[in-house]
């Protein structure tokens, strides 16, 4: 029995290593062609309309970061030649930039490479507080990651989101430790991207975390008045004009419910039907622990984004972590692969696999688990 027991322990870790290996090739792979436009100009990404928004705010006030004009003219002199197209726009809060203001100080290619070392710092930070499991098989939760598509696309582009998965992880540990409005006030920083947690303060509110969702509100409300004293009426009116335009452009809508019924009244309702499917799953699951909770508010999120992107999908990898702390059932779990590949996948596969990938989860997170001490109670003497 020694012997046979030793021999599967073996099995195990030689599957981990493997798997591990396996992670590593293909995320080097994965790397190689995703990291190409970077590597002939650090520019060529999202952070380049992060540094557009500084330049205008520093050099004719905050109220006119969202003048087109302006940011026409600062990207054409931070990217000479560079077509300014209908997917170039600064469209983020300001408090991205004023979190991104200390960039200025540095040089184009030098802000790209430090502002992507601090989200690979954030996503460690995460890993450490959230990954499943303990020894050295946890860092297959990090090298998963890090192999995965969308994340290394969102690194690529310089987009925020795993500053925000860092938010809503520590959001998370706080909470478990006890200090809802600490870890309110914490998730409401999650406002740099707002539509990556959008759901989530919701869901908490209607399972019953009404102290958390609280310091959220207040956190957001304050972000949000700053917000609107910086740009003012001015600001406001040159954001919604922005805004309007980008609802237009079919790829902020790609992956999102729209590729199914298309844009409009039907998606937006089809949206809602996902959100309050959301927060029924909440309230039915108001015993269930807080892990289990953050990962059916971010899958929510996901699931019911009226703007998001393929990179956006790195918040899931938060919410895998989360649910699988939970224990969940064997065939749950390998109901994961299929959201990995449909997002590993998307481009040549479409939506389509994700999408259905990202319903069946969040069904399986809204039902609530049957106790498994019942089924023993019930079980004959």
């Known amino acids: 029995m020694g012997r046979l027991a030793l021999d599967a322990r073996a099995r195990r870790n030689l599957g981990a290593a493997a798997l591990a290996w396996f992670g590593v090739l293909a995320g080097a792979i994965t790397a190689w062609f995703v990291f190409q436009p970077i590597r002939h ?25 969202y003048s087109l004009d302006l940011q ?11 077509l300014f197209g209908s997917g170039e726009r600064f469209l983020s809060p300001p408090p991205l930039v004023w979190l991104a203001l200390p960039l200025s100080l540095l040089g184009g290619a030098a802000a790209f490479y ?25 860092w297959l939760w990090l090298i998963g990651a890090l192999a995965w598509y969308p994340l ?6 310089g987009q925020p989101v795993l500053l925000v998965l860092l938010v809503a ?5 706080l909470a478990e430790a006890g200090r809802p409005l600490l870890a ?20 908490l509110l209607a399972a019953g975390h009404w102290r958390l969702a609280a310091a959220w509100a207040l956190t957001a409300g304050v972000l949000a008045a700053a917000s609107l004293i910086a740009v003012g009426g001015q600001g406001a009116a040159d954001y919604r004009s922005l805004l309007g335009d980008a609802q237009l452009v079919a790829n ?4 999102t419910l729209a590729y199914f019924v298309g844009p409009g009244a039907l998606s937006y309702a089809a949206q809602a039907a996902v959100i309050l499917a959301g927060l029924a799953g ?50 749950q779990r390998w109901w994961l692969l299929v959201v990995v590949v449909g997002g590993e996948l998307a481009w040549p596969l479409r939506p389509l696999p994700v999408l259905i990938g990202l319903a069946v989860w969040l069904a399986c997170l809204a039902v609530p688990r049957r106790p498994q001490a019942r089924t023993r109670a019930l079980a004959p003497a």
């Open 282 to 331: 909440a309230y039915m699951n108001r015993g269930a622990g807080l892990a289990r909770l953050f990962a059916l508010g971010l899958v929510a999120s996901a699931s019911s984004a009226t703007y998001w992107h393929l990179q956006d999908y790195t918040m899931l990898v938060a919410a895998a972590w989360l649910f699988w702390r939970g224990d969940p059932p064997r065939w």
């Open 184 to 203: 309110g006030l914490v998730l409401g920083l999650a406002t740099i991207k707002p539509q990556l947690t959008l759901v989530l303060p919701a869901v």
């Open 72 to 82: 026409r003219q600062a990207f054409e002199q931070l990217r000479p030649g560079a």
């Open 152 to 157: 290394q696309y969102g690194l690529s582009l």
């Open 114 to 138: 430090v502002w992507t070392a601090a989200s690979l710092a954030a996503l460690a930070a995460a890993w450490w507080l959230a990954a499943p499991g303990a020894g050295p098989r946890r």
């Open 169 to 173: 992880i520590a959001s998370w540990k």
């Open 252 to 255: 902020n809508r790609y992956f």
């Open 41 to 65: 100009d650090a520019l060529d990404s999202d952070l380049t309309l992060v540094l557009v928004g500084i330049r205008i705010g520093l050099d004719h006030g905050w109220t006119h970061i």
